[in-house]
């Protein structure tokens, strides 16, 4: 899919970010989320493009929430956005850059839980926020390719193809939402 995204943006391979927002006691609706996100709710059918956030974000309707995606963008270090989005509401994501930041998330209730940091440092990926450890059950993939990287370092060994560092990331967000970000989203 990420070989393929270029189709859609420019940015797609450098730049992307991919968000589930899942209602806690009733699911929410793309038009909810719209509305949380600042935009017209009005203009939100089941799959629609807005602007926010000075970008195109897709809103897509799914059994088990609300899809958001965007190509060269991170709004997720906005306090004020986690308060608005997971109102009585999780969001499990994942956003990276052209210059290799990233950022694999969750925020539940009002607030950002865990931001999960440096997905593909030899060291594994640092975890931060309120609760740290919330996604530990879930990053044994990321703690593997990790220690995969370390190995590599100490072993002066270069790979001959990049780590899959985002793929990976992107498989965990898939493993806590069953949410699968395929092609068909794109076509």
């Given at each position: 899919?990420?070989?393929?995204?270029?189709?859609?943006?420019?940015?797609?391979?450098?730049?992307?970010?991919?968000?589930?927002?899942?209602?806690?006691?009733?699911?929410?609706?793309?038009?909810?989320?719209?509305?949380?996100?600042?935009?017209?709710?009005?203009?939100?059918?089941?799959?629609?493009?807005?602007?926010?956030?000075?970008?195109?974000?897709?809103?897509?309707?799914?059994?088990?929430?609300?899809?958001?995606?965007?190509?060269?963008?991170?709004?997720?270090?906005?306090?004020?956005?986690?308060?608005?989005?997971?109102?009585?509401?999780?969001?499990?994501?994942?956003?990276w850059l052209v210059n290799n930041t990233h950022d694999l998330f969750y925020a539940a209730d009002g607030a950002l839980v865990t931001s999960v940091q440096q997905v593909s440092s030899p060291g594994g990926p640092e975890c931060f926020g309120p609760d740290p450890a919330a996604l530990d059950d879930h990053l044994g993939a990321l703690r593997a390719l990790g220690a995969r990287i370390r190995a590599d370092d100490e072993a002066g060994v270069t790979p001959e193809v990049p780590y899959p560092d985002w793929q990976t990331a992107l498989a965990t967000v898939e493993a806590l939402t069953g949410v699968r970000l395929d092609v068909d989203r794109f076509t």
């Open positions: 899919m990420i070989g393929r995204y270029p189709v859609v943006s420019a940015w797609g391979r450098s730049a992307i970010f991919w968000m589930v927002v899942r209602g806690r006691g009733e699911p929410l609706t793309v038009a909810d989320v719209a509305r949380r996100l600042g935009a017209d709710p009005g203009a939100a059918v089941s799959r629609t493009m807005l602007d926010l956030w000075d970008q195109h974000v897709l809103l897509e309707q799914s059994d088990h929430g609300v899809i958001v995606l965007s190509a060269n963008t991170c709004p997720s270090d906005e306090d004020e956005l986690w308060t608005r989005l997971t109102e009585n509401a999780q969001a499990w994501g994942f956003w």
